[in-house]
């Protein structure tokens, strides 16, 4: 965990690709906590570093989305959690088909490691919520917490608009291969066309190192490129199999993680499917 102070007050918190990202925002009346890692003990580590950082008590923690790499630490830090409003009911599907005994059980088969999730883990649900957008008025800082959808329902980022900073979640993988599988195509493009409108010099990512807007117009047009290549194939009426493996398609500029260019390149088709481009 390397913890970055971006601006006065405001801080980064950095796994390196090992997880989703974190951060934190220091105000007169406290901390508010952005995301809270992976695993109640991750939660616990970031809450000992804020307080001996800060000596400030912490108000809230927002949740961007459901994925459990941002919320399984919830727990550790005893306090109201703000997220939009449909990410209860997002995390309670997720909970229903992954946390269930006999799902955990699976998953303790080749990962003992993860025993933490049957002896430790209190899955922790917002009791804060809103639908399109919260101010924070926590002198002297200001955070608009947006719901921006696209990567799931629920997808929020965190602007600090006074200090050009953005927390953009995991509609930004810096470093790698966008993860799609669970993704809205059409709706993450349209997601980021906003998160780059908000001119933020200083972009947080869900995953990966700290950016800036060049690198959100970046993903966009990978996105763009792919679903435009995906579509044209469609109307030519190739077959899925065969644009899958296609030399035509836009590649991302690491080839890091061929699995994910894969299912991204079937989420697109899927979407293309099931909502066909007008005429």
């Given at each position: 965990m390397e913890i970055v102070e971006l601006k006065p007050g405001i801080f980064a918190c950095l796994m390196a690709n090992e997880t989703a990202n974190a951060g934190f925002v220091v105000t007169a009346r406290g901390v508010v906590v952005i995301d809270a890692l992976n695993t109640p003990a991750r939660g616990?580590?970031?809450?000992v570093a804020i307080k001996n950082r800060t000596g400030k008590p912490i108000l809230f923690v927002i949740n961007t989305h459901h994925h459990y790499d941002h919320i399984f630490g919830n727990q550790a830090f005893g306090v109201p959690v703000i997220a939009h409003c449909a990410l209860s009911e997002q995390l309670a599907q997720a909970a229903a088909r992954d946390l269930m005994?006999?799902?955990?059980?699976?998953h303790l088969v080749d990962h003992p490691e993860d025993r933490w999730l049957v002896d430790e883990l209190e899955l922790t649900y917002p009791n804060l919520i809103f639908e399109r957008r919260l101010v924070l008025d926590l002198p002297p800082m200001r955070m608009i917490v947006q719901h921006m959808g696209g990567h799931t329902p629920d997808t929020c980022a965190v602007d600090l608009p006074d200090?050009?900073?953005?927390?953009a979640s995991d509609l930004i993988f810096e470093g790698?291969?966008?993860?799609?599988?669970?993704?809205?195509?059409?709706?993450?493009?349209?997601?980021?066309?906003?998160?780059a409108r908000l001119g933020s010099r200083i972009v947080v990512p869900g995953h990966g190192a700290v950016c800036d807007t060049d690198y959100v117009l970046r993903v966009r047009d990978y996105l763009l490129d792919l679903?435009?290549?995906v579509a044209a194939m469609v109307d030519q009426r190739w077959d899925k199999a065969d644009i899958l493996d296609?030399?035509?398609?836009?590649r991302w500029w690491t080839q890091d993680r061929p699995e994910l260019m894969r299912a991204n390149v079937e989420q697109v088709y899927e979407e293309l499917i099931k909502s066909p481009a007008p005429g």
């Open positions: 616990q580590e970031l809450a005994p006999v799902a955990i059980a699976a200090a050009g900073v953005l927390f790698r291969v966008p993860f799609l599988r669970h993704a809205h195509i059409e709706g993450t493009i349209q997601a980021l066309y906003r998160l679903r435009d290549e296609s030399d035509r398609l836009p």
